[in-house]
């Protein structure tokens, strides 16, 4: 069964940092690439970054790019991502998902929430 | 950029009736590849989104028959042919063609009537 797992998310002050985590299983993580994609509370869908599956390739949103760092530990099956400079407009929940890229198949977690607030 | 752009933004549907939404694109979605990657995805309330369509009409396993993926180019639809209470929900295309970045519509919100 395919599957990612997020944690790491919670409260933090304007300015703070945080690392998310996201755990899977299921199927060959290190074939993969993967993102991260996060969602304002009432708001759509927003892709935020990826990672190849191998590490060596990174891509950012333009919103994010220079404060956040996506990484990847094939070794532990694990994706992460780290945040500084938080600002509120950050708030949302992130999920990391392979966004259905390849026919094969779709996964999702179930999202971990961020709340940058004072 | 690609962008996407959905519509109707809301669409509130009778049971048993048909709907449909439509997502275009600022420029073609067509790879150097001859592939279309351009998918379809639900996300029911207080839910995870899941993937409906890949490449604009493949149907994902255990997504009923009733919903449907058309179209080229830059004009794209999701078709659902009876409308059932299981699909309230918000529907986002999202395309796979020109990136980075990967860009998603804005959603279509699905309600009963």
């Known amino acids: 069964q395919v599957r990612l797992v997020e944690s790491g998310g919670g409260v933090v002050r304007p300015g703070r940092s945080l690392r998310l985590s996201c755990a899977a299983s299921g199927f060959s993580f290190s074939s993969y690439g993967i993102h991260w994609v996060r969602q304002a509370p009432g708001k759509g869908l927003e892709w935020v970054a990826d990672?190849?599956?191998?590490?060596?390739?990174?891509y950012y949103a333009d919103s994010v790019r220079g404060r956040f760092t996506i990484s990847r530990d094939n070794s532990k099956n694990t994706l992460y991502l780290q945040m500084n400079s938080l600002r509120p407009d950050d708030t949302a929940v992130y999920y990391c998902t392979n966004i259905g890229i390849t026919p094969a198949f779709d996964c999702w977690g179930q999202g971990t929430l961020v709340t940058v607030s004072s | 950029d690609v962008v996407m752009t959905q519509s109707p933004l809301s669409l509130p549907v009778t049971l048993g009736q048909p709907a449909s939404i439509s997502c275009r694109s600022s420029?073609?979605?067509?790879?150097?590849?001859?592939?279309?990657?351009l998918n379809w995805f639900q996300q029911r309330p207080g839910q995870s989104p899941r993937r409906l369509i890949y490449?604009?009409?493949n149907r994902d396993s255990g997504v009923p028959e009733r919903f449907s993926g058309s179209g080229s180019g830059t004009d794209f639809t999701l078709k659902i042919s009876r409308v059932e209470a299981d699909d309230v929900g918000v529907y986002y295309c999202m395309q796979a063609t020109h990136w980075p970045p990967w860009t998603f519509g804005q959603g279509t919100k699905v309600e009963i009537k």
């Open positions: 990672i190849s599956y191998d590490g060596s390739n990174k």
């Open positions: 420029q073609t979605l067509v790879h150097t590849d001859g592939n279309t990657y």
């Open positions: 490449m604009v009409s």
